[in-house]
């Protein structure tokens, strides 16, 4: 159980056009879903905090304009990069978790990632 | 911020050899989390570990939850190829919603 799917997995394009990134949980509701980037070899920085129904919560430093993020339903949230540039080029990672009753202790579900590729 | 921090970055090991990661916070956390992440692929989880002093199994791989709860290891027995990869710690930080505070990650390699 606990399946995350993230589509698509790979992804070039030319500078300036806009890339959607969608992210599924596919057994379990997402009351909460989380995008990250990571740069080769590094660990995972995460860039905002989705929760349905509402408006997105950015790490400090990403721009929420260039960033677009929808959580529109329990299973399913979607990062838009807009006006990308090769800088956006990297490894966006998704996660979902559940309700939890509450306490933090319930594990994030990580999607397989999308590489971004700005030519 | 509650920052983790993993040793060694990078480790590469002799199929056979044992291994121990380390995750080291000066911060109380509530649990911590171990992550393998493969290229091109997000991370999977290995384990969660919630109580101080803690020691959870999963086949060759040994997780420890310090007594305080500030710090984890990670050792591996008999490592073989298929270990190899980047292990990452996690944690969620005080009043986090949720979120997880990620260690910088120690990348594993273990050759025939």
């Known amino acids: 159980g606990a399946v995350v799917s993230q589509h698509p997995s790979w992804v070039i394009c030319k500078s300036g056009t806009s890339v959607k990134i969608e992210c599924r949980s596919l057994?379990?509701?997402?009351?909460?879903m989380f995008w990250y980037r990571q740069f080769p070899k590094q660990s995972l920085m995460l860039m905002a905090t989705?929760?349905?129904?509402?408006?997105?919560?950015?790490e400090q430093g990403v721009e929420k304009d260039k960033f677009l993020i929808n959580h529109a339903s329990l299973t399913l949230s979607t990062l838009t990069v807009t006006s990308a540039h090769p800088e956006d080029s990297s490894f966006y990672i998704c996660s979902a978790r559940g309700w939890t009753g509450g306490f933090s202790n319930q594990p994030q579900h990580f999607g397989d990632g999308t590489r971004l590729s700005i030519l | 911020t509650q920052l983790l921090e993993q040793s060694p970055q990078f480790l590469s090991i002799q199929e056979g050899e044992n291994l121990t990661v380390y995750c080291n916070s000066s911060s109380v956390f509530s649990s911590l989390q171990w992550y393998r992440q493969e290229p091109g692929e997000g991370p999977v989880l290995l384990v969660t570990?919630?109580?101080?002093?803690e020691v959870k199994k999963l086949k060759r791989l040994t997780f420890q939850f310090g007594d305080a709860r500030k710090d984890s290891s990670l050792h591996i027995t008999a490592a073989q190829p298929g270990d190899t990869g980047l292990y990452l710690c996690?944690?969620?930080?005080?009043?986090?919603?949720?979120?997880?505070?990620f260690g910088a990650g120690t990348q594993v390699v273990v050759t025939p």
């Open positions: 996690a944690g969620p930080p005080r009043d986090s919603w949720g979120k997880l505070q």
């Open positions: 570990v919630v109580t101080g002093g």
């Open positions: 989705s929760n349905e129904g509402s408006k997105a919560t950015y």
């Open positions: 057994d379990f509701q997402a009351t909460t």
